[in-house]
């Protein structure tokens, strides 16, 4: 399949989907017969009627239980702490992880964040150097530049797709812009394939947050080895959950011992004599960024389990979506054929209020009563936050853009669906119902 085939969604402006979006411009329209809702029949849960979900909370607290530790776990730890080979854990779920990337170099690390850090001390830039990131994004990715004179470029997010949007990078860049650091929101990936060949054109440094994204491809390729530098968190809530850890991934061996070096005394030591980071031997940079022994343990047992969870997740989120999308007005991210996503934390739907009907708040009211574990949480955009706008943080006072139409789009039309990580097929039918009726007695709604 040529790129031109499998689609181009960061090429289609977003000025344009803003003004025709729904599930039409998303190519999710159906005909007639098939998007055909059920007609009405008891009445809605808030207006009196029996709900829809009767699934005991028990059972929905041990579906959607995050994260999920077992027995090989448990063995796992007693094993590690009944010896005194603590650190050899590292190594091998480094080994492991390497094996299931394909990345050539990679360092395990305390956290994300300090992967972050550690992976804009290795790309060495001037301070003033400007970093393209999006704004709908965690601190971290745009503040620890702070700690390097770096200064962020606020890019906003494509509403078709929820990531980085190109359109609106390429209008951003300047004559100090020198990298660009797309992030996965909730395992679906960023086009990285052009956000390479813009990078190409404009000489910047391709930085990768897979935070949300452990298994999710693109192309047959790993996401977290599309960047010349990447970085994964391991936090309790992610898709690989060790409670606290992270990855650095890097393709080029200087990146990786400088990132490395930046968090570890004794690597520069283990470097060749040749490699300009050896002679910080017994120094390092000044932090100590290791990954702990127990997490390494943890992801080690959770690695072996993370596909079969991916594709249990997706499975159940297909049941559930599939029917959904059929719905007037409601749509799922749109996800490129050459790409494979994951489910991070939530199942995102986007609701087009005026295709619909009815607006999202009544729809979570109307959800909430039948008994639908919905959610909305307004991704806190970054550029709004208080440190940006203060210049004394920065080398040069980061421009705070005046608005942010594809965070906006992405913030007030999603709804939240919990993931259910077992066999789940009777609530998630339970779901369909509910929001089938709910679309039966839209008028209601309005
Ligand atoms: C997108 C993203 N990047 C980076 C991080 C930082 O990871 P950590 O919490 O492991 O430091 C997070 C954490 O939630 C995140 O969501």
Not at 383 to 399: D, G, N
């Amino acid at each position: 399949m040529t790129r031109k085939e499998v689609g181009n969604i960061s090429g289609e402006s977003r000025r344009n989907f803003l003004q025709s979006s729904g599930a039409a411009l998303l190519g999710l329209a159906m005909p007639e017969a098939l998007s055909a809702e059920p007609r009405a029949a008891e009445s809605l849960a808030t207006l009196g009627g029996g709900k829809t979900v009767d699934f005991p909370q028990d059972k929905f607290e041990e579906l959607t239980r995050w994260p999920r530790y077992g027995q090989a776990e448990k063995d796992a730890l007693h094993r590690l702490i009944d010896t005194d080979k603590f650190y050899e854990e590292l190594p091998l779920f480094e080994k492991e992880w390497k094996e299931y990337t394909g990345i050539p170099y990679l360092r395990a690390h305390i956290n994300g964040s300090s992967a972050i850090t550690s992976m804009f001390f290795a790309i060495d830039l001037e301070p003033g150097s400007e970093i393209m990131v999006p704004s709908y994004d965690f601190p971290t990715d745009c503040l620890a530049m702070r700690f390097f004179g770096y200064v962020p470029i606020f890019i906003d997010i494509h509403p078709a797709t929820g990531t980085f949007d190109l359109e609106d990078a390429r209008r951003k860049f300047t004559s100090r812009t020198r990298a660009v650091f797309p992030m996965h929101s909730w395992g679906m990936p960023s086009e990285m394939d052009h956000i390479r060949d813009f990078a190409k054109e404009k000489s910047l440094i391709v930085l990768e947050d897979a935070a949300h994204a452990h298994g999710a491809s693109m192309q047959g390729r790993k996401m977290g080895t599309w960047g010349d530098l990447a970085i994964f968190s391991f936090q309790a809530s992610k898709c690989l959950p060790t409670v606290e850890g992270g990855m650095g991934m890097y393709h080029n061996e200087l990146h990786f011992q400088r990132a490395t070096a930046f968090g570890e005394y004794l690597a520069p030591e283990t470097y060749p004599a040749s490699s300009p980071v050896h002679r910080y031997a017994g120094t390092g940079f000044g932090q100590k960024y290791r990954m702990h022994p127990f997490s390494a343990a943890v992801g080690r047992m959770q690695l072996r389990k993370l596909d079969a969870m991916n594709a249990l997740v997706e499975k159940n989120v297909r049941r559930q979506n599939d029917p959904l999308i059929q719905l007037t007005g409601l749509s799922e991210p749109r996800v490129r054929p050459d790409q494979k996503r994951v489910y991070y934390h939530a199942n995102m739907l986007l609701l087009d209020s005026a295709k619909a009907g009815f607006s999202r708040d009544a729809l979570v009211k109307a959800l909430k009563a039948e008994g639908v574990g919905v959610s909305t949480w307004v991704y806190p955009e970054q550029h709004k936050l208080t440190i940006y706008s203060e210049a004394k943080w920065w080398h040069h006072p980061p421009v705070i853009p005046p608005s942010m139409p594809g965070d906006d789009y992405i913030n007030n039309q999603h709804i939240f669906l919990p993931l259910f990580y077992d066999q789940a097929n009777d609530i998630i039918d339970q779901y369909v119902k509910a929001f089938q009726k709910v679309w039966a007695h839209k008028s209601q709604l309005a």
